[in-house]
């Protein structure tokens, strides 16, 4: 049987919910490893959650939801990685959905969707936020080779021999790397199993749409021409290569300045023998 590795990316999150979705996650999963990364978060927050069973890896500033996945998922050492949003969107069973077709070898990379036709929506995001998704997800199937009913779902599962190559090709630091996680992914030709989910929407998500609507947009157009010039289409090379540094091996702060070594992965905490 694989092992699972489960990575929960917090940016200055609501504690109780998060508390107990890592402890539903915890129980229903029984992850080899279970990790919060946890961008700068308010104090007291580090003390309540300290009593978790999950490592946490404390970063005092705001690396973006991409950037703490990317960094969860590289201090896994299991067979299958996965990430779940920290409001608790996608219930623990759930992801235990998401993460089956990797077990069983049906597929690569496993997507979360709750635009879905058989995706259950028990509590419905504001109309401006359904709307501006809705948007996405048809720019999204236009322009990319997988066609997908959601990108931007907050749970995704990929096999470690998957992720050693697409990690190579992630540059977005925040929302827009999902769907980038996904261009790559399908450009490198691995096997993307949509999974439908149950989804509950919390009014308090971090996800702005007015502030993330132009960024999720550049993102897209960016992993398209990305994932083109992977799959080798000469007529994307006329088009200038990006010039920032893949996340994996960037090591600075928003500042410039060197990161911290991190400032709390706790020892062996969240993390069973295999």
């Known amino acids: 049987m694989p092992t699972a590795g489960v990575v929960v990316p917090a940016f200055r999150p609501d504690v109780d919910r998060l508390a107990t979705y890592v402890r539903a996650l915890d129980e229903r999963l029984a992850p080899a490893a279970l990790l919060i990364e946890l961008d ?7 003390e309540a959650l300290s009593g978790l069973p ?3 890896d404390v970063v005092p500033y705001r690396r973006g939801k991409g950037a703490a996945i990317t960094a969860g ?22 992801v235990a959905a998401v993460l089956e077709p990797l077990r069983t070898g049906r597929a690569d ?38 066609h997908l009913h959601d990108y931007q779902c907050g749970a995704k599962a990929v096999t470690a021999d998957a992720w050693r190559e697409v990690r ?33 929407d919390h009014s308090a998500s971090t996800v702005s749409p007015v502030r993330t609507a132009l960024s999720m947009g550049r993102g897209l157009l960016v992993a398209r021409h990305r994932a083109s010039r992977l799959q080798e289409k000469r007529l994307y090379d006329v088009l200038p290569e990006r010039g920032t540094t893949a996340l994996i091996d960037r090591d600075r702060d928003p500042d410039g300045e060197r990161a ?13 023998s295999r």
Do not use: C, N
């Not at 700068?40 to 927050?45: E, I, S, Y």
């Not at 911290?260 to 069973?272: F, I, K, L, N, V």
């Open 109 to 146: 990379v496993a997507v979360g969707s709750r635009r879905h036709p058989a995706a259950t929506v028990e509590t419905h995001q504001t109309r401006a936020r359904r709307r501006l998704g809705d948007v996405f997800a048809w720019l999204a199937r236009r322009l990319l080779d997988t």
């Open 73 to 94: 998922f590289e201090a896994l050492g299991t067979d299958l990685l996965a990430f779940a949003d920290a409001d608790g969107s996608t219930p623990a069973d759930d």
């Open 54 to 56: 999950a490592a946490l």
């Open 260 to 272: 911290p070594e991190t400032s709390g992965r706790s020892s062996d905490r969240g993390e069973r």
């Open 168 to 200: 190579r090709h992630l540059y977005e630091a925040g929302f827009a790397w999902d769907v980038e996680f996904v261009a790559m992914a399908a450009a490198l030709d691995y096997h993307i199993k949509e999974v439908p989910v149950t989804w509950y």
């Open 40 to 46: 700068d978060p308010r104090p007291g927050t580090v």
